[in-house]
């Protein structure tokens, strides 16, 4: 089992800047990629991101790219993600996932774990 939890929602005005992180513990050692997804009300669960915890190599939507970037402290077992730029449309539930694949993995289905979740409001 692996446990997430991430952190760092709120409430922000829109071009703000937010930073959320996932801390992982349990079985983590095989533990192959982290990815961040996003739950609007009323939609179905998107990809925002992912990285691999090996080499680093990071992945984004075409809709955050240039304004949120993921990256990982092995050390500390935490994934984060800087959010910049946020539009009201970023406002969503944002979780974060672990998965043993070695995918492309931007699918949902494809992640075996997920945390529970942190709330991001993006005002006008």
């Known amino acids: 089992q692996v446990q997430l939890v991430e952190s760092g929602g709120g409430l922000v005005q829109a071009g703000g800047s937010l930073r959320l992180s996932c801390a992982a513990s349990g079985r983590t050692s095989s533990t192959r990629r982290i990815g961040w997804f996003r739950q609007a009300p009323g939609k179905e669960r998107e990809f925002v991101a992912r990285?691999?915890?090996?080499?680093?190599?990071?992945l984004y939507a075409d809709s955050v790219k240039g304004r949120f970037t993921i990256s990982r402290d092995n050390g500390k077992n935490t994934v984060y993600l800087q959010m910049n730029s946020l539009q009201i449309e970023d406002t969503a539930v944002y979780y974060c996932?672990?998965?043993?694949?070695?995918?492309?993995?931007?699918?949902?289905?494809?992640?075996?774990?997920w945390g529970q979740g942190t709330q991001v409001t993006v005002s006008s």
């Open positions: 990285i691999a915890l090996s080499g680093g190599t990071t």
């Open positions: 996932s672990s998965t043993r694949s070695v995918g492309i993995a931007t699918s949902p289905n494809e992640y075996e774990y």
